[in-house]
Every structure is written in C-alpha cells, then in structure tokens.
C-alpha cells in the first residue's frame, strides 16, 4: 500500500486560485467529494494525494509538524514563522504570482519622515521627550522587529494586529505600521506612505516541502510533475 | 570555578574592599527591561505573565536587579555594594549556558567618579588575585571621550545623536558612516512634493495631532532637515577622523599622548590629562594594562570609563571580569534624577 502525500493549498482568495490554476496546468485535476465548502479534495487518477484546504499560515504550521508533505503558501509567512518551524522545511519553488512586499509605512502628514533613519530619530524623541515608544502595528511582528532592530530602530512597541492594519493610525491605536501591499493603493487610501528604504521583504507564492518528507519517492515524484517555471 | 572555597575568597576579598552584601529578587518586572534595552531584548529574557496580568522575567542580570533595587528603595546616599547569584538569559549560541553564575559589586549614588572608577578596577585587581592563572590583559576604555570627539565635529546636530545613539551597536553604527559619506537622507526630488504639502500644512490649525506628533513638530523638524544639509565631502572627512579615532590602541601611559596627537593633528580643540585614566601602569600583577578607544561598545548602558580583565589559563583565554561606568540606567529605569553608579561583574562560570 502506497503512502498517502497530504498537500495543503490556502483554503481561500487569489492565492487558492492560483495555486489550483498551476495544478491544472500540469494536468492535475482537483475534485471534492462533498462539494465547493469541502476542505478535502484529491487529484483524479492520483489515489495516493490527498488535499487539505488550510489557512495559509498554517500550511507552515503543519509542515513543521509532520502532518502535511508539501504546502503552498506566501513566502512572507514562511519567514514570518518562527525559526523552529523554518529549520524544518524547505523552499522547492517559487512562483510568479501572489508578489507582495511586507513594507513599513508611516502617515503621509509625516513630511520630515523619509527614511527608517527619520523614524529612529523620530522614536527616540517620543520616548525621550514624551516617555512614549512608537507603536507598529503590523501582523507580522519577528520580521518587523528584526527589520526595526537592524536599521537601528529599537525604541519601539509592536501592536499585533489581525486585519485591516492600515487603519491602525487614524484611530489612534498605533502610529504606523508595517503590511504586505502590492500595488499601494490601500495603504494611500487610508493615507500611509512607504519609507523610501522602508521595504522590510519581497514574497510570492511558494511550494514548500516538510524537510522529513522530501526523501520520500512518491513525494520527489509528485514534485517532479510541477516543472520549472 | 568549581571551587566553592575560590567562589567564598571572592567574596570575602570584595567584602574586605568595604563592600556591603546584599540579597536581590530573582523575578522583575519585564517592562523595565523593554523600557531600557527596546522590543528585541524580550528575546533574550525568560518571562511570563502574573495573576494581575503584569509581565515578569527572570533576572537576565544582577546590575538591573541591583539598579531597581535602588530606585525602587528610594535610595540617594551612596552604597558600595556587592551581591552573587544566578542570572537567566536566553543566548543565540546553543552552546552558551542559559544560566549564568554571577557575582558582582558597585558603587552607587557617589559623586566622586574618578576614585570610585579607581576602587572598582583595584576591587577587581584584588578579586582576581585569588585565581592562578599564566597572564593576560586588563583593557580600559572610556565611552566619554567619543561623545566629547563627536560633539566637536562638524555635523548636524542629529548626525551627532545619532552617533552617539548607535556607537554600541558596530554593525548598524559602520552603516551609520557609510551614509554620512553620502547625503542620501535628504532626497531633493521626494523634498520638492513634500514642500507642496508643507504649504498646505502651514495653513493648518498648528496643534492637530497625526499619529502621535502635531504639525507644528513635523514642520519645525522638516524645516530644520532642509535647512541642514551636508556637503558629501565634509561628512567623508568627519567619517575619516572616527574610523582613525577608533583605531587608537596603545599601552595605558600613552592613552593622553596618543588621543592629544590625534586631536592636534585632526584640529580638534580637546585635551586629555593621563590622570583622567584610571591608572597608568602598563603592568599589574600578570596582566598588560592597555587602551582602546573603540572598547566599550559592547554594551548599550556604559556612559564612562569601562574595562575588562582576560586571563590566560590551562591554554583557554577566559573573559573573567566586566565593568564599567553606567550613569544612565537608573535614570532609564524611572528615576527622576542623574544617579551615578560604577561596577562590574566576576563570571565565575568559566571551566
């Protein structure tokens, strides 16, 4: 009896679309038994695959944990995780769609603000003078942190946020942020500006490997069906 | 040190100093370490959250201990303390023990600054005499004399800061330089739309707050940032005579001559006396006394004189004591006022 691979593809948005576009163009056909809500979905003629529909920041979850083979997710979330998870994993593709860049934006008004440099003399004046430390918010608090620290930003406190991150500042829960954007336009809608250097990462969409599983035969064969992009 | 009767002369010879012992709290308030170190320093401290929702940590060292012990005492009159126990820190290096044996000594809340760097170095020296070992270094720098060589050169103010803000920080600081050769933070055509928005802005009520700061401080910095720009060529030079300054290494009796041929020839209206130093032997007991003007970095909260001793022993070079002068931490931790305070600590972990 052959083993089974466990895939786990983002359960919803663009990036879902994508990734089962990039199946069918390998001649991968994705079908679920119990219709479009289902979260399980196999490949025809592939009895040993089987699909889960995850969020797709747990797709790296489970990798690190053994419960799927390969994942699909954003490049951003990967590096995002913490470094227990992403010692047991591997990268195998990266694809062409689903580009963002996680970049740390500030309020327009803010015109004496170009550069992080701006933002940590910026920092340090708010705690020096106020006693205060400038709030982040951002979903994506160990790369924004990192970012912040190695540009010389340390007087600063993260909010965690869970969505809508850009409207942070204008109702006063923190004084900039950091978020993924690709084009810009949520982030001028609601008034923010990009540093000019304030570019923290770039992603895509990624097929990721459990770093147990990449030895295993049906799992190199399944990957060799996906050719280079 | 595995010998418990080494671990009690330390003691006792510190104590013979006119060191008083005292007992510290193995659990503080998180806060007080993010306050002074910033978000990234939670990495390396072990904390957890209470009944009352307040977040404590482990003691990740005795000097913050001992500075909050102080604060929080509401003491003002000068201590010379001394105290031994465990500090708990996370480390990068898998290898590094997360807890640390420690056992250290200070002066705090004393005006006198030269004799108590002095007593710290001389306590140290008579500590250290209970270990045998075949040589080694004692290095003295001081922290002071850069901040004085920065205040003196021709740069923005905020160029100044932001030196003295990050010299503790190497990487980000050589950063720091490279940029001050270019003039890269005032981007001219960026500058053109923002003065449009500038117009705009000055036509507004002057005390609106956006995201913390009113328009008025955005335009007054954004005015002061036009105003101030460097030539290239000039932030080259200044970078020049720090890269040169910090390469000043020389036996301790030279440490004045060196720096007033350094600032003489870089035209730098500062002179330093060989007295300002805490000693100027080139010998004590087996180590070479020596001085570095870029030694002190390593540590954020120095504000002064600072030194280390490293021992060579059973062919392992050991890093065995670390102090220095730390003016500012208790003053971070919530004080009102300056408290001055000088210390160092004995690392009794090594094998």
Redesign the interface.
Known sequence: MKLMINIGIPSKGRLKKDIIKVFSQNKLHLFSERGKRDLFAFVKKYKDIRIIYLHAREIIERLADGSLDIGFSGYDLLKESNVNIQKKINVIKKYNFGLADLVLA???????V??V??L???A?I?KEK?N???RVATKYPNLT?EF?????V?????VYSLGATEAY?LSGS???ISDITSTGETLRANNLRIL?DGKIISSQACMIVAKKSVKKKNIKKFIKLFPKE | MKSKNLSEKILRSIKSKGFKYINLPSVIEANHIVQRSGESFREFIFSFVDQNGSELCLRPDLTIASSLRYLEKNLNSKEKIFYSGQAYRKSNNKKDSIIRDQVGFEIIGSKDEKNDDKEIIDTALKALSNLSYLKGTLKIGNVEIFNLLISKLDIPKRWKLRLLRHFWREEYFNDLLKRLETNSDVDPTIVEVDKKRYSKMLSEKQQTIIAGRSIQEILKRFDNKIKDPRKASRGKNVSKIIKEFLKINCPIDQAASQLNIFFKKNRISLIVEQNYFPTSLNKIQKLNVEFSTSFGRHLEYYTGMVFKIDIKSKFKNINIINGGRYDKLISNLGSKKKVPAVGAAININYK
Not at chain 1, 106 to 112: C, E, G
């Open positions: 500030i309020p327009s008004q803010w015109i004496d170009q550069t440099a701006d940590e003399e910026i340090f708010l106020k205060q430390r400038i942190k912040l620290y190695s540009k010389g340390t007087q600063f406190k993260l500042p923190s004084e900039i000019i």
